[in-house]
């Protein structure tokens, strides 16, 4: 898969074979796919590859991340502590990114908030404009790359899995910057089970 060295330079991880995987295995699953922590846009590259080349056309892609160098929990990394992930990298993402779906049937959707704000302010769905107005208020991937403190990961997790339904697949990344097990009990009770795990990723289905 040649995603691996083109989108090489915008991403800072490993495994994203075990993202690219997962992806493809929604093709038949409703909703949304999301992506909590955008960065320079590497991972969300490689989403959208493998929806397109699964036959996932027209997907809606909702990207969530703030930007603007706020402090940012790392878990066990570093802490509570502020990364370069400043407006002027927001600002090169999109381009990058807007540039990057031209012309490929994916509607992409860029929310610059933090997921806690992403969902208070959509709690009933994200309205997507296309001829009609659509409410989706279900999400059928979610890619969980944002804070890695386990708190932030357990609220990312529970509010995806309140909009999950079957065959959802969530990869989280970052899997030894938390407290994993206290994750997968809260996915274990919202119907989710692990389907593959790596060293730094992880792969969870709805049943």
């Known amino acids: 898969m040649n995603w691996i060295n083109k989108h090489e330079q915008y991403t800072d991880g490993t495994e994203y074979n075990m993202l690219y995987n997962a992806v493809q ?8 796919v999301l992506e909590i922590g955008t960065r320079k846009g ?36 570093y802490g509570i502590t502020r990364f370069d992930y400043s407006n002027d990298m927001k600002k090169q993402a999109m381009i990058d990114l807007f540039t990057y779906v031209k012309d490929k049937p994916i509607n992409f959707i860029p929310i610059c908030l933090t997921s806690d704000d992403f969902f208070a302010l959509y709690s009933s769905g994200v309205s997507i404009y296309n001829i009609e107005r659509q409410i989706i208020n279900k999400i059928a991937f979610a890619f969980v790359d944002g804070q890695h403190d386990t708190s932030s ?3 990312d997790c529970f509010n995806i899995g309140e909009k ?11 899997i030894d910057f ?18 593959e795990q790596g060293k730094t990723k992880i792969i969870l289905c709805k049943h």
């Open 25 to 32: 295995k929604v093709k038949d699953v409703e909703g949304l």
């Open 153 to 155: 990961v357990l609220a």
């Open 42 to 77: 590497g991972s969300m590259m490689i989403i959208i590859d493998a929806l397109l080349e699964s036959g996932q056309n027209n997907r809606n892609i909702v990207s969530i991340d703030p930007y603007g160098m706020i402090e940012y929990n790392s878990g066990l990394q």
């Open 178 to 195: 938390f407290d994993l097990e206290d994750v997968l009990y809260e996915l274990h009770h919202q119907g989710f089970s692990v389907e």
């Open 164 to 174: 999950a339904v079957t065959g959802t697949r969530i990869v989280i990344d970052n």
